[in-house]
């Protein structure tokens, strides 16, 4: 099979039309009729990642994140650095093709960037959610005792929360990525990837530790933006291998990148 | 002008108030006066379109003292109120988002709207949208606290995030204990003692009390002897253009697919350029202390002191 033919199998199979005119979901680099000896799905085409699936021989990448450190995978304010150069080279060395399925994943009926995260912290009820997984109920803990699951069932390093460690919660509303929803008044605790921790559209950070101030029970629980859309691209790997044939698919994650 | 100096004690003397007494409404200034002096010596404009000005509070309130701090949260503003500084200059929003409050002269949105399917960020902003509602309860009991402890809540942001002394880069580093090292005095590069990123970490997480905000990305033996300091958000083009500048750069915030990424593909390279992130607020704080020094010798009429927000995040464990 070639590049070309996955990326139209893919488009055959997925649960709402291909969102042909996304500047996301399109082939960063690469030739579309190179043959695929074997595909690595992934949060992000790292550098280190890339050069885990190459040493795999898997020589397409299936990216949910960009490539080039930009949203947009724009070179422009890149090409001059030195990375970007080490980058590129290595991927053209060694033949790489890297095909992006930000969009596409994420307007699925069920999201696996969702689902994925939920099953990964031990939060059930969101098995066949979508983007919008809705406030989900959990047995009633403490919000240290929650973030303590999530971190050890998940085994995601670098747990940042707000909020009383004490306080009693039971409900939990999750968003991937930088989808991290504002707290709403229905949820005791939010779980989120990424956002601004202030001056933004609505500042969790600062809504969480005054109402805890206040004595509410509520927490904010944020994963990282990569972890928390990660694991849910083992079972896109999985999804693939029922129609694509003969190839290897593998999921290849994208590093924690985070230490201290 | 020719003027005679009356003390606060003969003020209160002819006015006939008790001299021993603490001195109220006939001398202390007004919180929009304090305001004016204050924008009056930061000079430019300040269009009232801007993030900057009063969130809270009547702007006819005596003033006793300031507090300035990187976010009022309510426990800077508990902090403000016990200390008697009634006048609080917050860098960042109070009210949970750039709005800093609900949308003004808005119909009240139906009840439970705040309860319903939440908001998504978009690529550009912070974790969602769709206003603060007015009846949302933190809110309400914020602006409540606020009111009852006569409270102002001022911003103060662009005037003094742009100000050509850059205190909020020489607060920073002078809270790390590198300001000596300062290579030029227009750019954010510092030479500190040789040390391992490892190491510089923990000097970090010492000097500003941080909890669990403190994030670092790259080789954690590589060897430290410049850093770049960028207080608040970090954009993109600065981590492209300047990497090399420095063996590490130290943010307040950055975009985990941009900066982040960049950094880590760094250390997967073999380059040694570490990024620490310290959470924006932990990093605006010591420039927010540097705004209470300025203030001291400001506005002289009221004493003023810095209440750090401080680092509000905590690790699972």
């Known amino acids: 099979m070639k590049v070309r033919e996955v990326i139209e199998a ?126 989900l109920p959990i047995p009633e803990t403490t919000l240290g005792d929650f973030a303590s699951q999530a971190k050890r069932l998940s085994g995601f390093r670098e747990i940042r929360c707000v909020g009383d460690p004490k306080a009693k919660v039971s409900k939990v509303l999750f968003g991937p990525g930088y989808a991290t929803p504002r707290f709403s008044l229905d949820t005791d605790v939010v779980v989120g990837g990424e956002s601004q921790e202030a001056d933004g559209g609505f500042d969790n950070v600062e809504y969480v530790a005054d109402a805890t101030s206040l004595g509410m029970n509520k927490g904010l629980v944020m994963l990282g933006h990569v972890v928390s859309e990660q694991n849910g691209h083992e079972d896109q790997a999985k999804w693939l291998q029922t129609f694509i044939k003969g190839i290897p698919i593998q999921f290849v994650p994208a590093e924690e990148p985070f230490w201290g | ?204 997480k010492k000097k500003l009390n941080m909890h669990g905000g403190l994030r670092a990305v790259g080789d954690r033996k590589a060897t430290i002897r410049k850093v770049m300091l960028f207080p608040g958000p970090m954009a993109p083009e600065l981590i492209y253009k300047r990497y090399t500048d420095a063996d590490l750069m130290i943010a307040g915030e950055v975009r985990e697919w941009e900066n982040t990424f960049f950094a880590a593909d760094i250390f997967a390279a073999g380059e040694k350029h570490g990024l620490i992130t310290l959470g924006r607020v932990a990093s605006e704080d010591p420039g927010m202390r540097a705004c209470a020094a300025w203030l001291k010798n400001t506005i002289k009429e009221v004493p003023s002191q810095f209440i750090a927000a401080g680092d509000l995040y905590w690790r699972a464990v």
């Open chain 1, 10 to 135: 893919i488009k055959q199979h997925l649960s709402v039309p291909f969102p042909e005119r996304s500047t996301r979901d399109t082939l960063k680099i690469g030739d579309p009729e190179m043959e695929v000896k074997g595909i690595a799905t992934t949060m992000m085409a790292t550098f280190d990642m890339l050069k885990r699936a190459n040493a795999a021989g898997l020589n397409m990448i299936i990216t949910h994140e960009d490539t080039w450190w930009n949203d947009r995978d724009d070179i422009k304010d890149v090409q001059a650095t030195e990375l970007y150069k080490k980058k590129l080279d290595f991927i053209n060395q060694n033949k790489l093709a890297i095909w992006r399925n930000h969009d596409t994943t994420h307007a699925q009926k069920v999201d696996i960037t969702v689902t994925g995260t939920l099953r990964s912290i031990g939060v059930k009820g969101g098995e066949n959610a979508s983007m919008r997984a809705g406030v």
């Open chain 2, 1 to 204: 002008m020719k003027r005679t100096h009356l003390s606060r004690r003969e003020f209160a003397a002819i006015a006939g108030t008790v001299a021993t007494a603490p001195l109220r409404g006939a001398t202390a200034p007004t919180a929009q006066s304090v305001i004016e002096k204050l924008q009056t010596a930061l000079g430019g404009e300040w269009p009232a379109t801007g993030v900057e000005g009063i969130k809270a509070g009547d702007p006819s309130t005596p003033i006793k003292g300031i507090a300035t701090t990187a976010m009022a949260t309510m426990e800077v503003l508990k902090q403000a109120a016990k200390a008697n500084a009634n006048l609080v200059i917050s860098y960042e929003p109070t009210f949970f988002g750039r709005a800093d409050g609900p949308p003004k002269a808005a119909p009240a949105p139906p009840a439970g709207a705040a309860a319903g399917a939440p908001g998504r960020g978009g690529r550009g902003g912070g974790g969602g949208f769709g206003g603060l509602s007015p009846d949302d309860p933190v809110y309400k009991g914020k602006k409540d606290f606020i009111e009852k402890n006569s409270l102002v809540v001022y911003r103060l942001f662009d005037h003094w995030k742009s100000r050509k002394e850059g205190e909020m880069v020489t607060g920073l580093a002078e809270a790390l204990g590198w300001s000596k090292g300062r290579v030029k005095p227009d750019d954010v590069i510092y030479e500190i003692p040789s040390a391992s990123y490892e190491d510089v970490v923990a000097q970090i």
